[in-house]
Each structure stands twice: as C-alpha cells, then as structure tokens.
C-alpha cells in the first residue's frame, strides 16, 4: 500500500520546455489536489479535481494544465516552463468533501533555469 | 478569497518553555486543520478540528478552535527538540473542496 506516490521526485528543466508530474494514489480517494510550496508563502492550491474526469482552478491555476483520466491518477503539465515555476509541488488527495483530511505525496522538487 | 494567517513565521524556543501559534482565516469555515512538515519532508496531519470550541491534544500539542473569532491556536506544552518542524494550519470554506493554507510557522526548539 504505497498511498500517494510521486514521478518524478527531482527535475531540472530549462527554460520553455515541457513536462508532466504525475500523482497515483492507491486508497481509491475521490479528490486529488496539486499545491506548490514556496518560501515564505505556504501551499498555495494549483489545481483540483473531484472525480475522475473532472478538474477545477485553484489559486494559481495560470501555466498548468491537469487531466485526470483515471481515477487513481492526477498529472501536473507544464507546457512551457518559466523561472517562476521553480518550486516543490505536493500531490494531495481525500476521500470525499468533509471527510477529514488531505493525505500527500513526497513531493517533486521542479527547478526551471 | 480566503486568507490565512499564521504568526509568528519563526519561532525558536528553549526546551521545556511553554509557547502558542496563532492561525487565523477571513472567511466562515468550520474546519480547521493542523499539518507538520519536517524539512525536506511531506506534510503530515496532526489535528482535525471539526466545530467551533473544538480542542484535541496530542502529546505536548493541543489545538482549539474558536469559529466565531476566526482563530485556532496550537499550544505547546514544555518543548522538545523532536517538536522542531514547520506547522501548517489549513482551512476549508464550508461546503467548500478547496483548502487554504497559512504561511506556517517555523519551530525550532533549542536544548
């Protein structure tokens, strides 16, 4: 029972290139959330999603994109990084709204230069 | 928008001392919850407060919850230095599927 598991754990892009964070989760939860953490400043909610094939905006949804196409499965894209998205991005998920709390990933620490 | 405050940012405390991080959220919400992040680490849940007056302790953490000041306290009893971690508190507007998190509060507990 690995929980919520991240890919990749560590990245290091340049400038204007692509990719894809994935979040899969074991525990059969219906929501799934994407946060970035920086110093200083919290986690601030990227993106959400509160079923399979659904997705909403978060707090700094701008430069992302999502998709959950399985249940099980939240994926993070970035389709054309920038310096500002240098930071670490946690996966979080719940099993339904008003069930307690978030359970996270490791996170993935993402550099952009 | 809901905001989320926590004070102070940092705190470095003395082993055995007594101390309180203050959260506090704009918005009507009726959940709060505390997480510990220990460096380089995930974020770990440490208190679900579900309604207003809501207290639950934990070794030498103890969280409250007051809806209608808008505020939760987590309270520290007689420090040590396995409590060095940062703590977040999170919100969630009722009926919400969003939660906020504060800025969280940076501990260190000195020997």
């Known amino acids: 029972n690995a929980g919520v598991t991240q890919t990749p754990k560590f990245r290091v892009l340049k400038t204007g290139q692509s990719m894809t964070l994935l979040c899969a989760q074991d525990?059969?939860?219906?929501?799934m959330y994407w946060y970035r953490q920086d110093p200083g400043m919290g986690l601030r909610l990227i993106h959400y999603?509160?079923?399979?094939?659904?997705?909403a905006k978060g707090e700094v949804p701008d430069g992302y994109n999502v998709s959950r196409l399985k249940k099980q499965n939240f994926l993070l894209g970035l389709e054309s990084a920038a310096p500002s998205q240098t930071s670490v991005y946690f996966c979080?998920?719940?099993?339904?709204?008003?069930?307690?709390?978030?359970?996270f990933g490791e996170g993935s620490r993402l550099t952009v230069l | 928008e809901l905001k989320v405050e926590q004070n102070p940012l940092f705190l470095s405390m003395q082993e055995g001392k007594n101390y309180t991080i203050y959260c506090n959220y704009s918005t009507t919400s009726d959940r709060l919850y505390w997480y510990r992040q220990d460096p380089g680490k995930s974020l770990e849940s440490l208190f679900v407060?579900?309604?207003?007056?809501a207290v639950k302790q934990e070794g030498r953490l103890m969280a409250s919850l007051d809806t209608k000041a808008r505020l939760s306290t987590l309270h520290i009893t007689a420090a040590v230095h396995d409590l060095s971690a940062t703590y977040f508190c999170?919100?969630?507007?009722?009926?919400?599927?969003?939660?906020?998190f504060g800025t969280g509060t940076s501990l260190t507990v000195i020997p």
């Open positions: 999170a919100v969630n507007l009722m009926g919400g599927n969003q939660f906020y």
């Open positions: 979080a998920t719940l099993p339904f709204r008003n069930t307690g709390e978030l359970f």
């Open positions: 525990m059969n939860h219906e929501y």
């Open positions: 999603s509160v079923g399979e094939g659904t997705t």
């Open positions: 407060l579900l309604s207003n007056g």
